[in-house]
């Protein structure tokens, strides 16, 4: 579903991936963990297209963008490109990121009726099932900033779920939230990944991601340093980096 | 009094006994100003050696102007009289430039000793100041385009377009006439300039001033027979008779002498009517008994002056709703040219920026106006009022929707684009209308001085509030309770956009992420 081969991302001189290789298959739940800087939000966000890249190929759904500095690269084609993409991915962000200025309702219809075209009644129908999904149907009328922060993340989730996207992306999802309110945001991620939604997210939460994924990776300076199943990531690490990192959470 | 008058603030609201302690204020300027010890003029005068002369001299030649050899310099035919007067008295003189406007309230002030820049002898004015005896016949002359024949006396011009100078006779005599459109000015220059333009139709001025700009010009002519002649004066304070009586003599003897001839002649201004200054006598009832239609007292009745001042305030607010649209317009492109355009565009919008903010708008009207017909573009007034107004502000709005674009986070352009909206969707659905909130205090001060500064616009002929104000003024010589009339107008427009403009800050208000 989703392949990123041979990735090139540099900061003006900065460089941040070398070659790195990762393929999501359809159903994977992928969790991304690394110490701060790893470069996890850069990974999620060259494959929402948010971020160019210099080398390489990111590849979702048959749908292939090159790096800039690519043969293939195509500027003319790279907007309808993207915008491919982003109808396939749905990305959910730390921050929320809710439109301040819209009812939680409009916040959720806004992207399906104006780039969709879905006519508005379908467009709040829908919204109000998935409003459902993340317990929230009451709030519809309400503004982003009567809501608190867990209910503003599961709202962003059922926003970007109304693109009826094939993947989702989280960027860590729960990261900004106080301890009270993670855990309602992580029930509402469990219940997308037990429907088999493919999913990248990356995240601290190490509990989480061991009950969650079906591979976990782990992601040093822009390299990764390790990847397996949660089982053997969580119990059993190889490399000697993996391991000091896990254990600081793992108390 | 000052306990009861505290009390009434407490009581009133706030914006009440601001507007009592405002015209509390004016009233007690008004008296102070009024209440300068009196001094006999003449005496002071003879004293100090020093006779000080109003005038103006953007009214221009052959009256008082600036010798364009030596700009520094005045000249003209009163600029030589003045000279021979002063002699007379023994005295120098000393000049002190007014706007002719305003001339004889300055006179009243106490800002110089006399006015004389082709003051017409009106009964009007003869309430506020003394004239001496008349030291020039003027007339009225119509003057048009050398190729149009359509206008050869004064009943041609009903329904036509004429220009003329603010507050003078010719003035008085056109809008009797009921079905002229007037197109006042305070320069000498313009009007003819609009009338080679072909913005209006005829010119009626005093025939110094058609002789000196259109004899020598082979475009234009004079019409037709001069109509409604008319006396100069020298006007002094009503209480300066000795210095009235002084100046008779001098006028009386500078005639008889024949210098004043010699002067007119110099400056080719002596005619045949000049001759009735001979006769003294029979023209001191003559001139004081002005045609019926021209004696019209300009009353302070409502009725008179408020449907003037309405129809001013009308002008006003359509030049600035329309040249705000504009500036809104305007702004927020030349806002997302610069944040979201190549180099070029971007150049172009900060260019703009810091040419409209860093010049006058009076010159920007100005070259509107009156330059851009040098290249063949010409506007009329009401279009060059609005694009003058409008693209000076669409500087200060583009500022505006600036900051208040970058102020948006990050955040929600990228959480727009992942949604899949494209980014000019983005920008339209979340990212402006999240800007216009921050923008509103901002855009709601522009408007309001956009608002105040619609008065400037007077300088290309449009007649909005200020100016119907200044000439009502002028004409009736009361400046105070007008004034008051016509500040309470502006206010009462511009208090409620104000009290709009926080509602609407207030209803947008729910969103705000620190509640
Ligand atoms: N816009 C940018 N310009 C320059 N450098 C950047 C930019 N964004 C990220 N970086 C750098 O790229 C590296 C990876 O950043 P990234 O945000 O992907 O890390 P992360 O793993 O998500 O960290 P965290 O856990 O703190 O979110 C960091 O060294 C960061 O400084
Ligand atoms: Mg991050």
Redo the contacts with the bound molecule.
Sequence with gaps: MIEISNLFKQ??E?P?FNGLNLEVEKGNIVVLI?P????????LRCINGLECFQKGCISVDGQKRYGVNEQSYNKTDEDSMVKDIRRKVGMVFQQFNLFPHMTVLNNITESPVRVLGIGRAEAEATAISLLQKVHLEEKAQNYPAQLSGGEQQRVAIARALAMKPEAMLFD?PTSSLDPEMIEEVLLVIKDLVSEGMTTII?THEMGFARDVSTHVIF?EKGNIVERGSPKKMFSNPKNKRTKIFLSRFMK | MYKKLMLMIRKKSIIQSYLILQIFCFVICFFITNTFAYQDTLEKVKSSGVLTWGFDAEGGAPYVFHDTKHPSKLIGFEVDLVAAIARELGVKVQHFQNEWDSILLSLQRGDFDIALNGVEITSDREQAVLFTRPYFVYAEQIVVRASDNRINCLEDLHSKRVGTLYNTVAKQILDEMGDVTVNTYSGQIEPFKDLSLSRVDAVLVDLPIASYYAVPNPQLRMAGEPVGEGYYGIAVRKEDTALADELNIIIEKILRSGELKKIYERWGVWNVSQEKLFFHEGLLQKYTEMPPSLSKKVSLRVTTFLPTLMKGALVTIGISILSMMLAVVLGLTLAIMRLYGNKWLRRVSTAYTEFYRGTPLLIQLYILYYGLPNIGITLSAFIAAILGLGMNYAAYESEIYRAGIQAIPKGQTEASLSLGMSRRLTLRRIILPQAFRIAIPPMTNDFIALFKDSSLVSVITMVELTKSYSMLAAASMNFFQLGIITALLYFGMSYPLSIYARRLEKKLKYYDRNQ
Aim: charged share 10%; glycine share 24%.
């Design positions: 900061y003006g900065q941040l690394g701060s800087g790893s470069g996890k939000s850069t990974l860590e990356a992601l």
